[in-house]
């Protein structure tokens, strides 16, 4: 990564972080409804898939997603208008936290169930090729969704009819709430792709320019043709697997570990050291939070009137 | 142009004459490359449109339903044929979570214009895995279009309008419809779904009926009418959506409501029409309505109990007997 697309890497992480803290509080303040699961600890793989990505590329996401969308440049205001149930979020209100949609940019939704997106990624794939467009799918998922049939039926559909579709495990070392070595036999999640003769390789997922360039140069290869690819990014939540959850199963030592290597920052050392101003992109984000919360805030709420709006496309 | 042919043969025409219309329209399934499809629906299409459109698919109903979406919502129109309706159980997220949920859930940024068509029922023996029939299961399910043809005309036809629009589409045919063979109407108009189908005119008794109770309201009508009872026999064609004005209409002329199913009679949708029969058109009511659906059994394999929980044109006749 050359030092722009750095300073653009970064720009995206710290948004996603303060996007996401920004959530916790507003959940604490009863703005947000339902449940929300966020990805602190994890912006690297957000930011280097969203960048390697060209803009006709899909995507298909998890109930973890909201760094996902935000890397492919939804603007922040319209997420948060989501989050808040307001007629202006990027789903109008009928989806919140979990089911974030752009299809301007290419995002075919965050999926609630686990797997369920990674058939709709390889159905995309299956458009491309058929119609002979130039576009690449891209499908993120954890690593619990390994123990999914959806994610094996997928993987083995896009092996078999060799379709453009890059998968992105993001192996966070829990499954929820589980350690995800108590319930796979595998050491890596990379070997089960292997099983399906797909290409497989396994990512730093806390080095956002290795996560960058392994995005990228998969991207081309199967625009280029060769089928689909597989990448276990190795990442960690720095945070709870939902808002209120205990952490239990884990220790506090266990989460310091990781916390020394934080993506951000690592990179924002990197960036202060080349000389860029780490205090003034902070500004900016910060900036960006508060006008997208002052936004949803001030948006108006769907009217029941209309409940029944969208149940059908164009109706 | 009338001309006579199977069930079948009718969903094939229509399914090849709009293949060859729009070439956005895929297959995806099981053994319907070469094979034709279990039941020969698909017969003929793999050679004239290839293997990389009419898809043969490994036994995985998630990963292939999950692709059609995922087509879907990416330009193409594909029609997945489910081999036996009982297997969409394996894929119900695909249904009941997806399908019928992306358009509203995104706040409308696209269609999901899938068919998915399959046969289902009961009175052949397969058992209690391979003879269900999910309308009412299917109805419970916002977003989703269910649609039932009776006849080859119909079944042709109304394909027409589920693969030409943008809504999915969940379209159940039986696999004892399969044979009967019947004019239709080739190069007719797609019918549009919400649309009833007066099967038979009468004056004393309206019985609605779906898919194989069709036939079976027919079988009775007959014989009522050698004994003076006039039945009016409707034919909803798509449960979703309804048709209720048509319904309500006759009942108000006949005064007399019986509902024939081949699902479970309970939380049915048979019960469903009956309740909004009852709240529009209750003065209207002679008798209290009457439901004839499968017993809340799983359908048995030996044929005397599989006769015993399924509806038939005796049960039909018996039930107008008891109310006019």
């Given amino acids: 990564m050359d030092k722009e697309r750095l300073i653009e890497a970064y720009t995206v992480m710290r948004t996603i972080r303060r996007f996401e803290e920004t959530l916790n509080d507003l959940y604490a303040e009863n703005f947000i409804r339902g449940s929300i699961h966020l990805s602190i600890g994890q912006e690297a793989v957000a930011a280097g898939v969203g960048l390697a990505m060209a803009p006709q590329d899909k995507l298909t996401t998890t109930y973890r997603g909201h760094g996902h969308v935000i890397a492919r440049k939804t603007p922040i205001r319209f997420l948060m208008a989501e989050m808040l149930g307001r007629e202006t979020g990027i789903n109008k209100g009928r989806g919140g936290s979990m089911h974030f949609t752009d299809v301007s940019r290419g995002v075919l939704g965050a999926n609630a169930i686990v797997a369920a997106g990674i058939p709709h990624a390889v159905g995309a794939a299956y458009s491309a090729k058929y119609l002979k467009e130039d576009f690449v799918t891209v499908t993120i998922f954890g690593d619990g969704a390994t123990n999914q049939g959806a994610f094996h039926e997928a993987l083995n559909l896009a092996a078999v009819y060799q379709l453009p579709v890059l998968f992105v495990c993001e192996n966070n070392l829990y499954s929820e709430m589980t350690p995800i070595e108590e319930i796979v036999p595998v050491d890596n999640m990379a070997e089960r792709a292997e099983a399906y003769r797909i290409p497989s390789f396994i990512v730093d997922g806390y080095d956002v320019e290795e996560v960058y360039g392994a995005v990228k140069k998969s991207i081309e290869d199967i625009r280029s043709g060769k089928g689909p690819v597989f990448l276990e990014m190795k990442t960690y939540r720095l945070v709870g697997h939902m808002y209120g959850d205990q952490e239990i199963y884990r220790s506090r030592e266990e989460v310091e570990s990781w916390k020394v290597r934080d993506p951000l920052s690592t990179t924002a050392d990197k960036l202060a050291a080349m000389g860029v101003d780490i205090n003034g992109i902070n500004a900016s984000v910060e900036r960006d939070i508060e006008d997208a919360v002052s936004f949803a805030k001030e948006s108006a709420w769907p009217d029941p009137s209309r409940l029944y709006e969208g149940v059908y496309f164009g109706e | ?324």
């Fill in chain 2, 1 to 324: 142009m009338a001309q006579k042919m199977t069930y079948t043969q009718a969903l094939n025409l229509s399914i090849k004459e709009e293949m060859e219309r729009d070439d956005r329209i895929v297959l995806f399934g099981e053994d319907i490359g070469k094979p034709g499809g279990a039941f020969q629906v698909t017969k003929g299409l793999w050679e004239q449109f290839g293997s990389d459109r009419v898809l043969d698919t490994p036994i995985s109903e998630t990963g292939f339903f999950g692709m059609a979406i995922g087509a879907a919502l990416t330009g193409l129109r594909p029609v997945v044929e489910i081999l036996y309706m009982d297997f969409c159980a394996v894929a119900m997220d695909q249904l009941i979570n997806q399908a019928n949920k992306l358009t509203y859930m995104s706040g409308g940024q696209f269609p999901v214009p899938v068919v998915f068509r399959g046969q289902q029922g009961a009175g052949r023996g397969n058992g209690a895995q391979h003879s269900q029939s999910f309308e009412s299961l299917f109805c419970n399910m916002p977003g989703i279009q269910v649609v039932l043809p009776s006849s080859p005309n119909d079944a042709y036809g109304l394909f027409k309008t589920a693969v030409r629009n943008n809504k999915p589409v969940i379209f159940l045919e039986h696999k004892l419809l399969y044979g009967i063979r019947d004019e239709v109407e080739v190069g007719r108009e797609p019918i549009p779904f919400g649309q009833a189908n007066i099967v038979r005119s009468g004056e004393d008794v309206t019985i609605v009926a779906v898919s194989r109770m069709v036939q079976f309201a027919k079988e009775a009508a007959e014989k009522l009418a050698q004994q003076g009872i006039s039945c009016e026999i409707i034919d909803p064609r798509t449960l979703v959506p309804f048709d209720l004005e048509t319904v309500a209409k006759s009942v108000q002329k006949t005064g007399r409501l019986i509902v024939v199913e081949e699902s479970h009679r309970w939380g049915s949708i048979g019960a469903s029409i009956i309740h909004e029969v009852v709240e529009q058109a209750f003065n209207y009511l002679d008798s209290p309505p009457k439901l004839i659906g499968t017993e809340n059994v799983p359908i048995p394999y030996s044929k005397p109990l599989e006769d015993a929980a399924i509806p038939s044109p005796e049960k039909i006749e018996q039930a107008v007997l008891s109310m006019v």
